[in-house]
């Protein structure tokens, strides 16, 4: 479960993509994906002088605001999430989030003058959208970003990330996760993701 700035983000999509229609209101669906990339801008810059735990902090209401943890986790589990007992579900997601948000903190830790441009237009993958962004270097080629953004309650959350439009975060997860899951029992995913919380933050969180 090793993770760099671009493994951190890995996905793969196989869904037929399409034209967005008129009636979608494009800026309110690409609005906590603006949010997180200027979450993450400011923390790069802000770099390895300030604390870690302050930095995940910001960036925890952010990611929380901008992915679908619970579904990200649900679906990297896959149907083995029924069979779990619900206070081991409960301890998962609590280790899942903060295993994601120390993940975002230790890997946007430096600022060389990227940028992050979020394009005009969305692509159409059912009723999913999916918000286009590039991660844009000082020098040499922009990495294509893509979240898949799903309405839930009135509100759009990332349920996937992509890399380079085709590399899924969740099936990159689910076949990471898959080695540590027991028929009704995630204890051992549990304590892995609570091991490697402790080794990202060197121990301060």
Not at 21 to 46: E, F, N, R, Y
Request: charged residues 20%; contains cysteine.
């Amino acid at each position: 479960m090793s993770l760099s700035r671009r493994g951190l983000l890995a996905l793969a999509a196989g869904s037929a993509l399409c034209a967005v229609g008129p009636a979608l209101d494009i800026g309110a669906i690409q609005a906590p994906i603006v949010a997180l990339d200027s979450a993450l801008m400011t923390v790069m810059k802000l770099g390895k002088g300030t604390p870690f735990p302050q930095r995940a902090d910001m960036l925890a209401p952010v990611l929380r605001a901008a992915l679908d943890l619970p579904t990200i986790l649900r679906v990297s589990v896959g149907p083995g999430w029924a069979d779990l007992p619900q206070p081991q579900q409960v301890s998962l997601l609590a280790a899942f989030e903060s295993f994601t948000i120390v993940s975002y903190a230790a890997n946007f830790d430096t600022y060389s003058g990227e940028r992050f441009d979020v394009l005009p237009d969305l692509r159409s993958a059912g009723s999913d959208q999916i918000v286009q962004t590039l991660l844009v270097p000082t020098s040499g080629a922009s990495i294509p970003l893509d979240y898949v953004m799903r309405q839930e309650g009135g509100l759009w959350k990332a349920v996937d990330v992509l890399l380079d439009g085709a590399i899924s975060r969740v099936a990159v997860q689910r076949s990471d996760f898959r080695s540590l899951l027991r028929p009704g029992d995630a204890s051992a995913l549990t304590e892995s993701l609570q091991r490697k919380v402790k080794d990202l933050s060197a121990g301060t969180m």
